[in-house]
């Protein structure tokens, strides 16, 4: 348990709120606060805490070398938003990243993960990575996921504890439940690293986001394929007024430190890439706003129950800071509620409202 005069306190400088949503209550840490991590939900008498911050190596090899002394294993790292699902007073929830309970993910959790595994394991968490071109959150998805979404276990937890289970009992627990996993590439040493340079090289070419690599207990680091890095700068270039210098100064780094190592000539398709990822999309945004008075990205989610459509819009609206969420439709397509609707980037509508009429900018 996390002790009660750090949580007090936590809630006196609002690193803690109370939050009530779906029929359940509890206190969410909102950021970091001292040892307790962003995400943590307290229930009552369970603590569910927030997935930590994982460390990213920029050179493969030196970097192995510094952070584990002995075997490592390497899995991959797949580009979708990170939740983690659970049992709570006979319900089966799943937070995110930032601890707020997600709609859409309990919707669809029985069509990829067998509910069995909670109710024999009721003191276990299952962190899943969520991916696909028809999720609510992100704008990218694995070139594996063609349509919908698909649903991948990383880790295991336990209920009021930080530690993960070890890596052979999670692929135990992943085979005895039938529980779909990323894919694990083994258990390897510092002498494997020209093999995993070739797994690397052909993450990249098939266009996924990079490993993840974890000692049996303990240390955790990631890795990024250049093509992940150039493709962030591609789906974010309308957004780019929201996200930080660095964030593009990192990935423009990490994208030649990823050449450099695994010896990827520079060449001018590249250069062209590059180019396009950056301007495409800004010319993307002025050629919306002009047509439409505003820039956005459509979404589109689908769901068993309308209730959880619903309950999701109202989630996205509360929480989307400089982002304003819009409803387009609401329908059946078969079996399922189809939900679609708009993010509007309040920053960059408003930047080009201004240059585009003439305003004045100082530098």
């Known amino acids: 348990m996390i002790d009660a005069d750090l949580v007090k306190e936590a809630v006196r400088q609002r690193k803690a709120r109370s939050e009530s949503f779906l029929g359940l209550e509890y206190l ?3 950021d970091d606060f001292k040892e307790v991590p962003r995400g943590t939900a307290l229930f009552q008498d369970t603590v569910v805490w927030g997935y930590p911050h994982i460390g990213r190596i920029f050179m493969l090899e030196e970097g192995l070398k510094e952070q584990f002394k002995g075997p490592f294993w390497a899995e991959e790292k797949v580009d979708g938003y990170n939740v983690r699902i659970f049992r709570i007073k006979d319900r089966i929830v799943a937070l995110s990243r930032g601890g707020y309970l997600c709609p859409f993910t309990m919707d669809r ?30 704008e990218e998805s694995p070139p594996f996921v063609k349509e919908d979404i698909r649903m991948f276990v990383f880790d295991i937890m336990r209920k009021n504890s930080k530690d993960f289970l070890p890596q052979r009992e999670k692929l135990k627990m992943a085979e005895r439940y039938s529980l779909p996993l990323v894919e694990v590439f083994g258990e390897f040493t510092h002498e494997d690293i020209p093999t995993l340079k070739k797994i690397l090289l052909k993450l990249n070419e098939e266009g996924r986001e990079g490993v993840v690599f974890k000692e049996e207990r303990g240390k955790r680091a990631k890795y990024i394929t250049s093509y ?28 030649v430190l990823f050449m450099e190592e695994e010896g990827i000539e520079r060449t001018r398709h590249l250069y062209e890439q590059l180019g396009k990822a950056f301007i495409d999309g800004l010319f993307d945004a002025i050629e919306q706003f002009k047509r439409e008075r505003k820039v ?33 439709e609401l329908r059946r397509e078969g079996n399922m509620w189809v939900l679609t609707f708009d993010k509007v980037f309040l920053n960059m509508t408003g930047l080009l409202g201004h240059l585009l009429g003439g305003g004045l900018v100082f530098d």
Request: with cysteine; glycine share 2%; hydrophobic share 40%.
């Open 28 to 30: 969410r840490f909102s």
């Open 109 to 138: 959790l029985e069509d990829f993960i067998d509910l069995t595994f909670f109710e024999e394991n009721p003191d276990l968490v299952l962190c899943v990575e969520v991916a696909g071109p028809e999720n609510p959150y992100i």
């Open 228 to 255: 992940a890095n150039l493709s962030d700068i591609k789906v974010t270039a309308k957004n780019m007024l929201q996200l930080p210098a660095e964030y593009y100064t990192n990935r423009l780094l990490r994208l």
């Open 296 to 328: 956005y990205r459509t979404f589109r989610c689908r769901f068993h129950k309308k209730e959880n459509a619903v309950a999701l819009l109202d989630l996205l609206q509360r929480t989307s800071k400089h982002i304003q969420v819009v409803e387009r």
